[in-house]
């Protein structure tokens, strides 16, 4: 018999009607895209779907999944040298889309952001009234998700460009406070516990008090439009030996950081909530480095024991604590907590240097 490619093999078992089972059983890297469904509001495509390798998605093309986690914290990873952008539910892949970033001399700014506006129609007011669609935004000086043109390559002046179908989607999952990481390598998200208040050490003790921390407390993604409940940041610089926590956009406690013992490495935890089988709280953690190809764990240890070794003092443990809330988020870099990697009075992002 003439052997066959792998992509040949998954082309012959979607005609099988085979689907379901390559979603269940084949490698990350295969998916069913859903192609273009709209090139804009008033020219609509047909719509279809394939079964084919990521790295092959052409633009406008996008694989859309919430099914395979329903609830939980959302996080977005865009991959600058994929021109793609990654979407994660409680730890889990639901979807992967064609993007477009910033051109040269108008590149979009690595680092750990977090979504501060959300408006379905928004217009720029920096270039020419232009429409952004299912804007998600990220920086106070224009940086955004929206929908957009998307030649195959980094076009826009900053902003990322998304599929329209894509956008309309994200929109409807994301919300203010969801953590996006821009990136040149990034790790898919692993799940951690950690016992008891992060940056309180490893002490099964405290359990009671952090469970008691997020009695109550929703994931952001659940709140109402009155809900006066603050969207919290938390950042530790291994640079500055220093800690942060940050609540709609402002800076409310500072504290030292111990426990690091040299370079971090640059990772975004998430809080889902309390695992009372493991007694602790549980996390879902991304690795990334602005530099395409960089080896995320060169001389930096197990980053699973990152949350474990790094401690606070304990008026910083006390802020931290009133807090807590599910969707939480802690930021870990090795740059400095300085002015000039935010985006203003109202900070959600820590770029790279």
């Known amino acids: 018999m003439q052997p066959i490619d792998r992509r040949t093999a998954l082309l012959r078992l979607a005609a099988l009607g085979a689907a379901p089972f390559l979603l269940a059983h084949c490698g990350s890297r295969t998916e069913v895209v859903k192609r273009a469904e709209v090139v804009n509001r ?6 279809t779907e394939v079964i084919k390798e990521i790295h092959t998605l052409q633009p406008g093309e996008f694989t859309w999944h919430p099914d395979r986690s329903p609830k939980g914290a959302v996080a977005v ?31 979009t700014p690595t680092g750990v ?12 007011s920096t270039y020419n009234n232009a429409p952004m669609p299912n804007m ?24 990322v460009r998304l599929p329209m179908g894509f956008s309309e989607k994200l929109w409807t999952i994301t919300h203010v406070g969801t953590p996006v990481i821009i990136a040149g390598s990034h790790a898919d998200p692993w799940e951690l516990t950690h016992p008891g208040l992060v940056l309180a050490g490893y002490a099964e003790h405290e359990f009671e008090r952090a469970v008691a921390g997020l009695e109550g407390k929703r994931h952001p993604s659940d709140w109402d439009a009155t809900a006066e409940y603050p969207v919290t940041t938390v950042i530790a610089s291994s ?13 409310v406690a500072e504290g030292r950081l111990a426990g690091a013992g040299g370079p971090l490495g640059s990772h975004v935890f998430v809080l889902n909530g309390s695992h009372a089988g493991a007694k602790g709280l549980a996390w879902h953690a991304i690795s990334h480095h602005e530099t395409a190809g960089a080896d995320l764990g060169a001389g930096r240890g197990s980053p699973d024991a990152l949350i474990t070794r790094l401690t606070a003092d304990s008026a910083f443990q006390g802020a931290v604590e009133r807090s807590l809330h599910p969707g939480l988020v802690l930021v870990v870099t090795d ?14 992002i820590m770029s790279s240097a």
């Not at 008033?42 to 719509?47: G, L, Q, Y």
């Not at 730890?91 to 108008?106: F, L, M, N, W």
């Not at 740059?335 to 959600?348: A, E, I, Q």
């Open 136 to 159: 998600n935004r990220l920086t106070w000086d224009g940086i955004a998700l929206h929908a957009g043109k998307l030649p195959g390559y980094p076009a826009s002046h900053g902003c």
């Open 113 to 124: 952001f977090v979504v501060l506006e959300k408006d379905k129609d928004h217009r720029s």
């Open 239 to 251: 640079a500055d030996r220093k800690l942060e926590l940050i609540e709609n956009g402002e800076v």
């Open 77 to 107: 990873v865009i991959s600058l040298p994929e021109q793609m952008a990654h979407v994660y539910r409680n730890g889990v892949r639901i979807a992967v889309s064609t993007c477009s970033t910033g051109k040269s001399g108008h590149e």
């Open 335 to 348: 740059n400095p907590l300085h002015p000039d990697r935010r985006s203003g009075k109202d900070f959600v």
């Open 42 to 47: 008033a020219e609509a495509v047909e719509r």
